[in-house]
């Protein structure tokens, strides 16, 4: 869309002749998840464990929940933040010298902001047996990591990969920044974002999916950050400069057996 919209606005030929049309996204990322039955046994059996063990920091406010989704529209709860070009550069130098790149960094922030929030509410000290792991589902378009790249269509799948992150009493930010991009990394090696929709399809073949879908929704996971981080498009035109870019909404997220 970006792309038609600059030709437009530069004056360039634009075809307008429909492209053919393509397959599902999740039908063309099938071939890369061929032989990777084991990652989808590990990928599964983790989201039974989590199931299992996982405690909340942070639990959902029910009566909250419901009282918004009872409004029309429904009103969603966000946490934002309105930065400055400044600020945002000198971010990007931090999350350049700590060799990460600037959304594991601000989800690194936001594990501590957790436990630190946890431990005020628990007194004010760190607790003597530790804090619980603490589990996030990261979420993607899975348009940009099928290969071979299906070309110029429009399309959009939400995959999801989880990181795991214990924080102990020295642990830095900059030492989860790095631990986080490490899983990203690996994440990424192993094809977990393309496998995502297998292990959708398998959490409700499975037979876990009784014990999957019986964990209420409100307990399943404190925050589901955005994928989109930073605004990557121009804010500077003959007509002005965009300051700011506040977003109504969400990104929805998958939801299967009330676990993603």
Not at 254 to 259: A, D, L
Request: proline residues 6%.
């Amino acid at each position: 869309k970006q792309w038609y919209q600059r030709r437009v606005r530069d004056g360039l030929k634009v075809d307008l002749n429909p492209v053919p049309p393509q397959p599902s996204v999740e039908d063309m990322a099938l071939p890369m998840c061929e032989g990777k039955d084991e990652l989808l046994e590990r990928m599964l059996q983790y989201r039974v464990d989590r199931v299992r063990k996982h405690k909340l920091l942070l639990p959902l406010n029910k009566a909250e929940m419901e009282a918004s989704q009872a409004s029309n529209p429904w009103i969603n709860r966000t946490l934002h933040a309105a930065g400055s070009e400044e600020g945002l550069n000198k971010l990007k130098a931090l999350a350049k010298k700590l060799g990460v790149t600037v959304g594991c960094y601000s989800f690194a922030v936001l594990f501590h902001a957790i436990a630190a929030v946890h431990i005020r509410r628990e007194g004010g000290k760190f607790p003597q047996e530790g804090l619980p792991v603490q589990h996030m589902d990261v979420v993607a378009n899975l348009r940009k990591r099928v290969k071979p790249n299906p070309g110029n269509v429009f399309a959009l799948c939400i995959c999801e990969i989880a990181i795991v992150i214990q924080i102990n009493k020295r642990t830095t930010i900059f030492e989860t920044a790095r631990e986080v991009s490490r899983q990203v990394s690996f994440a990424n090696e192993e094809n977990q974002f393309v496998m995502f929709h297998k292990v959708k399809e398998a959490m409700k073949c499975s037979p876990h999916a009784e014990e999957l879908s019986a964990k209420p929704r409100e307990e399943r996971s404190e925050f589901v950050p955005s994928n989109m981080v930073v605004y990557p498009g121009q804010t500077n035109f003959s007509w002005g400069k965009v300051d700011s870019i506040h977003t109504l909404g969400s990104y929805w997220c998958p939801e299967v057996t009330n676990q993603v």
